[in-house]
């Protein structure tokens, strides 16, 4: 087979740091290459650098047997490189079809003016959704569909542009189970109209079940590429980290105690959930498993009072709570890490020090005249700065969101953590960050239960809660379908209780 | 059944809260004074909205984009003042003149739009300048002096064709064109597209800038042709001229449901209907003769009720997009 793509001694370096270093990479005709890497290992600088968004300092590429060098993005599309990025990039308010031609739209002329020609432009956005399998009429507005259909209308304009290769960057964070699979069909389809495809993604299963090529990249350096059946995901997690990990999870052996920490009896929202009940004990870790939209966020967030509910009681420490609000929680320390970190859990634009420093705050207002005590603020923000292991030149300085997402995340732990919780929600903690980080983050949360606090842990990964949790309810449409303790944990019948659907009952 | 009724009622009454409005306006109005409801009053409405309607479609196009132009009514006095001091003085024909005043006011629209996109302005700030300058310039120009506008001008605003005065037919021909750029071309769609998220529209390879640009311009040209529209049926320039109907233009694209957030809204119903509701309601309150210190409490409470309902009727739909999972009759 011949090589599509060929990168030759890249370098690319931010200031003094060396992001990707004589770095070679291979993309050939026809295949998928899977690309795995820790956060910061250099994957969307490279990314980034054959989009034609970044100059590289130094190397080649060969695209198609001909010198690659991209001065922006429209020149790699007009080359044959298209992206599907992580983020959906659509617009909500304009059609589906709107959304598929923007740029190209066909038109026609009336009198000198040029008008939509919406006749054709409807017959080329159905058969263009044809081609990715989307059953739904161009004309329904964006905003009408779900994150999969959404994905599957940003892969269709892709293919509006006839493209050579299609570089996925993370493309199932936010998709069912269902959904995937539909994915994984589209990407079969479309490697036999002899299209490549690079795919990146923390997900190594899924990874090792689509590649024919594997890359791994670490520190900026291409360190291995070879055929897929060559490797096993423990060689490959060793590659990526470039050290041996003893054990992704820490040993849990703290017991929890019988003291109730938080009751929740019959919580309903009248939407999304129904009658959840459960108890937290200190010291423990609940775990919450079930698919994506089975409610455990919506649960989270109720009681942590971000949306109202319509019926239910919520206990903390025994003590009847009947206006549940963020305020609330804070004052009785109660953490909540959200599901989604950038648009809620992050100030983005802030330094990495403000956004620690934020929720503890009051904390460190000092009579007579109530004004904030930075110096003590600051030793404070540094303490758990070193404490959760941020990788960052400067915490004053930097801009939370220049961290990578494992650094992100770990910023928002360090947060929470100045509250000195006593209840710590997590939703999802592990989303899209890399192995390294994963492993740091269950160990903060098995030292934290060690002290003593309570943990309520949403997790699509049921190896992950199966590893952490004391206790695991399971979440199927809107209600708890089983509650298993640690002594009964059954790895079948959890993922059985998540996955089985009523008859009366389907999810829409 | 009873709730379900009126809960289909509620969301029936706020879809077309506009058109409601609309209706207790002519209703309140038709009641206190009789001479409202006839059919003379009501065309005559529509020829003094007919200004306002030409100045809120050129904003349409801004507040689309989330952005803003408070320049507009400092735009028509400079327009009229130069095109005026073209009749009087230097006594230009009206085929050289009114091009004249297009021009201009395209120029200074492009201004706007240089500020905004190359020196990276705020709309709010940028456009606010041009307030100023361009009040400034008229003033100087005039001498802040009133012209007064020969017969061989004021015909345009008085003369009627098929029974219908010129102001509206040029008023038709505006939001007649204005709706088809939004609807019907690319540009429009694209428009659209760099209101919701400027940076998504650029990703999918929209030329934002131009976009922008193309806005102000026509938001420019539009304060031109409602310039010539007004000095034509006023017959004269004050150094007044033009003041303060930026707001009034605001106020009508808002209350013709366009979102100050951008990506939303139309000129045709939206803006035209949001035009000649303010109208009715001034030309309503000169009727029951009102204390005319009243009328801008008045408006502003009637705009802040729209607004009011149409953050009602997002945060509703921001509810109801949220998929339910449990079935409705458990």
Redesign the interface.
Known sequence: MTDLLRCEKIEKSFGDTLVLHQLELTVRKNELLGLVGENGAGKSTLMNILGGILPPNKGAMLFDGQAYAPKNALEATQAGIAFIHQELNVLNHLTVQENLFLTSMPTKSLIGVRLIDWKQLEQKAVAILNQVGLQCSPKTKMKDLGPAEKQLVEIAKVLTLAPKLIIFDEPTTSLTLKERETLFQLIATLRQQEISMIYISHNLDDILQLSDRIAVLRDGQLISQRAAHTYQKESMIQEMIGRKVSALFPDRHTVPSTNSLLKVEDLSDGVNFEKVSFELHQGEVLGFYGLMGAGRTEVMQTIYGLTPKKAGAVYWKGDLKKRLSPRLWVAQKAAFLTEDRRAEGLMLDHSIAQNIGLVGLRKWIKKPFGLLKTSLLSAAVTDVFKRTNIKAANMDRQEVGTLSGGNQQKAVIAKWLMLQPALFILDEPTKGIDVGAKQEIYQQVSSLVDQGMGVIFVSSEIEVLLAMCDRILVMNQGRVAANVTRADFNKQSLVDAAFHQTETNTVP | MQTSFLQGLGKMLLDRSIIVLFVIVFLVFGLLSPQFLTLQNLLNILVQSATLIILASGMTFVIITAGIDLSVGSIMLVVAVISGKAVLDYDLPLLVVIPLGMVLGLCFGYLNALSIHRLKIIPFIATLGMYYVARGLGLLISETRALNLPESYTWLGNTPILGIPLPVWIMAVVVFAGH?ILS???YG??L??VG??AV??R????KVDRIIIGSYVLCGLCAAIASLVATAQLGAVSPTFGDQREFTAIAAVVLGGTSLFG??GKIFPGTLIGAILIQSIESGLVMVSLDPYLYAVITAGILFFVVLIDSIKHQRQNRK???????SS?
Do not use: C, M
């Open positions: 088809i019907h071309t690319t769609r694209q659209y597209a919701e998220d998504r529209a990703k999918a390879g929209v990506g939303t997009s949220a998929k339910p999972l449990l079935k458990s």
